[in-house]
């Protein structure tokens, strides 16, 4: 099976912007989590969806946004950019049982 | 929310030998940890995981303890090789009454690096 697939892999975009990144899961897996990774706060949990529905949210501000669709791609949103949302943003997809997640090769999103 | 701590921040390491990683968490809901590599400029790579039924899982060179009544949990590496070299993650999560996963709560890694 071929893994989960994330574009763009490098994005740079300057503060106040928007941006959406999207995530293909592997085929079968109809859940898909958001992460975000930086040097000072590591991995972080940003939401799950689960058959188009957002199934839990971590602790981020509603400036990040996601949405998944009937074939289980998904997307998230990023609005009015910060300098601080610079990071390695990663995709991972699970089936429902086991919830083992997969992560994708992320998308490196540059804030100037 | 939970919290997981992990030791060491860097371990260096003669080709050969074992390395151990450990990690620790805070919420005893959590019954689900995973290990995972990443590498430079890849995502993280799941390489084992456990689950709270299992005291212990190996998997050819790796390795992975779960002392539940300590809440702490290991990564064993043997005979270690120069490709083992990479920053590695433990993560821990619990069941929702809902249905699925929390979401992972990661350490913060360890860079491992094997010495020729």
């Known amino acids: 099976k071929a893994g989960v697939t994330q574009t763009p892999r490098y994005l740079i975009k300057t503060r106040g912007q928007q941006v959406t990144l999207s995530c293909s899961p592997i085929?079968?897996?109809?859940?898909v989590s958001w992460y975000q990774q930086t040097p000072g706060q590591g991995l972080q949990f940003l939401f799950e969806?689960?058959?188009?529905?957002?199934?839990n949210k971590g602790n981020f501000p509603g400036r990040f946004s996601g949405r998944q669709f009937s074939n289980s791609r998904s997307e998230m949103n990023v609005s009015t950019l910060e300098l601080g949302d610079s990071a390695l943003y990663l995709c991972?997809?699970?089936?429902?049982?086991?919830?083992?997640?997969?992560f994708g090769p992320g998308t490196r999103l540059t804030v100037l | 929310g939970e919290n997981v701590e992990q030791h060491p921040s860097t371990l260096s390491v003669q080709e050969g030998d074992s390395a151990v990683i450990k990690c620790t968490y805070s919420?005893?809901?959590?019954?689900?940890f995973p290990w995972y590599k990443q590498e430079l400029g890849k995502g993280p790579q799941l390489i084992i995981d456990?689950?709270?039924?299992?005291g212990e899982k190996k998997d050819q060179r790796i390795a992975v303890t779960l002392n539940k009544t300590a809440k702490h949990f290991s990564l064993h590496i043997t005979e270690t090789q120069p490709e083992d070299s990479a920053v590695y993650f433990c993560?821990?999560?619990?069941?929702?009454?809902?249905?699925?996963?929390?979401?992972?709560?990661f350490g913060k890694g360890t860079h491992l690096i094997i010495q020729p």
């Open positions: 969806y689960f058959s188009e529905t957002q199934r």
């Open positions: 993560a821990a999560s619990g069941t929702r009454s809902g249905g699925g996963a929390d979401g992972l709560t």
């Open positions: 456990i689950r709270s039924n299992v």
């Open positions: 919420d005893s809901a959590s019954n689900y």
């Open positions: 085929s079968g897996h109809r859940s």
């Open positions: 991972a997809s699970s089936e429902p049982v086991p919830d083992t997640q997969y």
